[in-house]
């Protein structure tokens, strides 16, 4: 019952968070008591910690939750999910606003985007991850700057036979690209 | 026992000391895995970050891929562990997005029913399948006197898979008590290593990985094992470069816990994928495995 009446009442942006969340039906139960953020390893660097985004996002201050850099900080770890009280798949809900800000064009503060659109890219391609193709690509085009001090790194990881220089393509690549294709299409996602 | 087994694009080339130490440690286990054909890579973090749709139908490839003779797939990746089993979870429980993995992987001719098939983490399949008093069996060159701090990481033990405790997981800890070593029991064994955090904001994952490695230091640790390519990559990599940053001096081994196992089962050192690693591990357990030789001869003598 609460969660009908609050979803009656929720901002259109707090639909749209739920919708693009598996889960973020959830989000409207926050009980505003901080453990998220407590958990969070970078939860110091946050611009709003996880439950102020959910004041904020219950009211509808789009803009503001989608240019700030909370789920640029995100790392996966799952600690705020499995310690919120109130069973709100946060590690979730910080996929969906990434997906969200990228889409709108308000991702800020990060090179995040650049570093998954390249993965996904050679992912695409191939059908495998290629990490000199990443690391190349990436910093090539988005920061060139640091790639001198990634050249030891490389290089280290490169006469341990740890880094390969061509990819690996996959058997039946056309297979994997029609059912990306498809996802594409019906995900609506670029 | 037969497995089905997806090592994932980290183990073909910067972790293949983690293909072969599982391989070798497989064989020595008697534990059949057979690879996939023509696996995919899952997507690691990033496809999640762009398009949720089309992350789950590339890793729900993979499902479908598994030879139907088998119902238990074995990941010995982190990340991927994580995306096999989130996909069959939320193919089971969400049924628009479902319906929408199932069209798509209907578009490449393929199938998948959610729950077919189990996925597994490698150490719940050692620690569970295998057990406790197979594993001591197995045990010919105990690693008695060496310290050795286990490093979960995240995606093994969160979000709650019903693998281990969430917050405090134990079963890397009692393996390695079954093989002989000093456990230590620090307090970051399952906080985050920073993940892709290092190609992002290097203050932000250099810290992250500063933290790991200053508590094993502190703890007397004289490794730190992983589950994960991702974490072993952090904190053996970027080592040098968090000593720079931060004027640390530390010089730790990292080192893959199958390794480290099949140490404990006497396979040779070259074959389990030792000189891989930036920090060198082979020092430290040449050194301590001849202070227990001649510990052992000493007692022998007396």
Same mark, same amino acid.
């Given at each position: 019952m609460i969660q009908v009446a609050a979803n009656q009442h929720a901002s259109s942006f707090l639909r749209e968070v739920m919708a693009a969340t598996p889960g973020g039906q959830r989000i409207v139960h926050c009980l505003q008591c901080g453990s998220c953020g407590g958990s969070c390893p970078n939860g110091a660097d946050m611009q709003h910690t996880p439950r102020t985004l959910f004041a904020l996002i219950n009211a509808d201050q789009r803009e503001q939750v989608l240019s700030s850099n909370t789920m640029w900080c995100c790392v996966s770890c799952y600690f705020c999910t499995t310690r919120c009280p109130q069973k709100i798949p946060i590690t979730e809900v910080m996929y969906a606003l990434k997906r969200l800000a990228i889409r709108s064009g308000l991702?800020?503060?990060?090179d995040a985007p650049a570093l998954a659109r390249t993965f996904t890219d050679l992912l695409d391609k191939y059908g495998r991850s290629f990490e000199f193709g990443l690391a190349s690509r990436f910093y090539l085009f988005h920061k060139p700057l640091a790639m001198l001090k990634m050249g030891p790194l490389g290089w280290s990881m490169f006469t341990r036979g740890r880094m390969a220089l061509t990819p690996t393509r996959i058997k039946n690549i056309e297979q994997l690209q029609a059912i990306i294709r498809k996802a594409r299409e019906l995900g609506g996602a670029s | 026992m037969k497995y089905a087994y997806y090592p994932g694009c980290? %183990? $073909?080339?910067?972790s293949a000391a983690y293909d072969v130490s599982v391989r070798a440690v497989a064989e020595a286990l008697q534990l059949e895995f057979l690879e996939v054909d023509d696996w995919n890579c899952c997507g690691a973090t990033e496809y999640f970050t762009q398009d949720e749709l089309t992350a789950c139908a590339v890793i729900a490839r993979n499902l479908a891929l598994v030879d139907p003779q088998l119902d238990q797939l074995v990941a010995p990746c982190a990340a991927c562990f994580l995306n096999l089993k989130k996909t069959d979870q939320l193919m089971a429980e969400n049924r628009e997005i479902g319906a929408n993995i199932h069209a798509a992987l209907a578009a490449g001719g393929l199938s998948y029913r959610p729950g077919r098939v189990r996925v597994r983490h490698l150490l719940d399949v050692i620690y569970t399948d295998i057990g406790e008093a197979a594993v001591r069996r197995h !045990? !010919?060159?105990? %690693?008695?006197g060496l310290r050795v701090a286990p490093f979960y990481g995240c995606q093994v033990v969160r979000p709650i898979l019903g693998e281990d405790d969430t917050e405090y997981p134990m079963k890397m800890d009692e393996l390695f008590t079954w093989l002989g070593a000093e456990v230590i029991d620090y307090p970051v064994k399952a906080h985050c290593c920073g993940g892709h955090m290092t190609q992002i904001s290097e203050s932000q994952a250099f810290e992250l990985i500063r933290r790991l490695l200053q508590s094993a230091v502190e703890y007397e640790a004289d490794m730190i094992l992983c589950t994960c390519p991702m974490c072993q990559l952090n904190l053996d990599a970027y080592q040098s470069r968090v000593n720079g940053l931060f004027h640390t001096d530390f010089k730790l081994p990292i080192v893959f816990f199958t390794q480290m196992l099949g140490v404990a089962f006497g396979i040779e050192l070259q074959k389990l994928?030792?000189?891989? $690693?930036? !920090?060198?591990?082979t020092p430290v357990i040449e050194a301590r495995l001849a202070e227990q030789t001649s510990d052992m001869q000493m007692t022998k003598s007396q």
């Open positions: 991702a800020k503060h990060t | 980290s %183990l $073909e080339c910067s !045990v !010919v060159r105990p %690693l008695n994928g030792f000189g891989k $690693e930036i !920090v060198a591990a």
